[in-house]
């Protein structure tokens, strides 16, 4: 197989997993959120990762509370310790990891894509 390439912003070796530096600045350098709007664009980096963060829906709780309608937003300690903590998920490699050669496993593929229509 391959023996380095980069797949969704990691570097994939052989023998395992590293973030690939290059991609993970933006997030890694993110400000915490100051209204609505910013936090959803958190979540879109967040949503992109969602099915690699363990518990993602439990962990982000405090910080989706605000996209429910007439919420008023007040960044509390614990709202940015949640957004600390999503930060930190992404930021590092330990979301995936290689397969175990020596087991059986199933490599599922997505090829869909969005069509134009005129």
Known sequence: ????????????FNDGVDVDKAKIGLIANISSPTCVKDLGSFFGHVGFYCRFIKDLCKI??????????DVPFHFTKKCLETFTELTEALTTAHILHPPIWTEPFQLMCDATTKKKVI
């Open 1 to 12: 197989m391959v023996k380095k390439s980069i797949v969704f912003g990691y570097v994939i």
């Open 60 to 69: 982000a709780k405090p910080l989706s509370n605000f996209l429910v309608k």
